[in-house]
């Protein structure tokens, strides 16, 4: 979804730049970086500064999933859901924020409808989106006043997120996905607001979402 966020804000004449483990397509700016380390966001961001100069707005869109019942789950690969989800998000927010303040910005967490509904073989997911949610309630808070926080609560994503997992893990054929270009331009709405303006929290999913509500 990173990368279409950066489509919709180049659309409306602005610049914008990724932060990812692997370049993403057709030229998008980007800065190399792995998110499931926390030390590796504040020189992320720094880079990204140094790319498009001051941040206005920040969208915390890396997510990985683990598929399985608990006991069957690489403890490692449950672990790094975590990390990536949950602490990668609250790693970012945490260097974006003093920056975000400077420059009257705003932050987009993404959580999921998982982190508002438990489903069976996704615990570790479930268990970084929940975390986003209450961690993005509570950084509203913090920030009220400096930092405008949205929680993005999207529904299935038709992205690469899928790819490569047990057949029982991936949508059906008839599946309602989400459009990634969708739900960016939802994304640079909540950015967009003006000053004063909070978008707390926005659900974006299909009409026929089955995790909704």
């Given at each position: 979804?990173?990368?279409?966020?950066?489509?919709?804000?180049?659309?409306?004449?602005?610049?914008a730049?990724?932060?990812?483990?692997?370049?993403?397509?057709?030229?998008?700016?980007?800065?190399?970086?792995?998110?499931?380390?926390?030390?590796?966001?504040?020189?992320?961001?720094?880079?990204?500064?140094?790319?498009?100069?001051?941040?206005?707005?920040?969208?915390?869109?890396?997510?990985?999933?683990?598929?399985?019942?608990?006991?069957?789950?690489?403890?490692?690969?449950?672990?790094?859901?975590?990390?990536?989800?949950?602490?990668?998000?609250?790693?970012?927010?945490?260097?974006?924020?003093?920056?975000l303040?400077?420059?009257?910005?705003?932050?987009?967490?993404?959580?999921?409808?998982?982190?508002?509904?438990?489903?069976?073989?996704?615990?570790?997911?479930?268990?970084?989106?929940?975390?986003?949610?209450g961690?993005?309630r509570?950084?509203?808070v913090?920030?009220?006043?400096?930092?405008?926080?949205?929680?993005?609560?999207?529904?299935?994503?038709?992205?690469?997120?899928?790819?490569?997992?047990?057949?029982?893990?991936?949508?059906?054929?008839?599946?309602?996905?989400?459009?990634?270009?969708?739900?960016?331009?939802?994304?640079?709405?909540?950015?967009?607001?003006?000053?004063?303006?909070?978008?707390?929290?926005?659900?974006?999913?299909?009409?026929?979402?089955?995790?909704?509500?």
């Open positions: 979804m990173g990368a279409a966020v950066i489509r919709a804000v180049q659309k409306r004449g602005g610049t730049v990724a932060l990812d483990r692997q370049q993403p397509p057709n030229g998008i700016p980007w800065v190399k970086a792995d998110l499931s380390d926390p030390q590796a966001a504040e020189p992320a961001l720094a880079a990204a500064e140094e790319a498009v100069g001051p941040l206005t707005g920040v969208v915390t869109a890396a997510g990985v999933d683990a598929c399985g019942r608990i006991e069957d789950v690489d403890l490692d690969d449950w672990v790094r859901v975590i990390q990536v989800n949950l602490i990668g998000t609250a790693a970012i927010a945490r260097a974006a924020v003093p920056r303040e400077a420059n009257h910005g705003r932050i987009v967490t993404v959580a999921s409808t998982l982190g508002l509904r438990a489903l069976s073989d996704a615990t570790a997911y479930c268990a970084s989106k929940f975390g986003v949610v961690f993005s509570a950084l509203a913090e920030t009220a006043g400096r930092v405008g926080v949205t929680m993005l609560v999207p529904g299935g994503m038709q992205t690469a997120f899928f790819d490569g997992r047990p057949e029982q893990y991936k949508p059906g054929p008839d599946a309602m996905l989400n459009d990634p270009d969708a739900v960016a331009e939802a994304v640079v709405y909540a950015l967009g607001q003006p000053a004063g303006v909070e978008i707390r929290e926005l659900v974006v999913c299909p009409s026929v979402e089955p995790s909704w509500p």
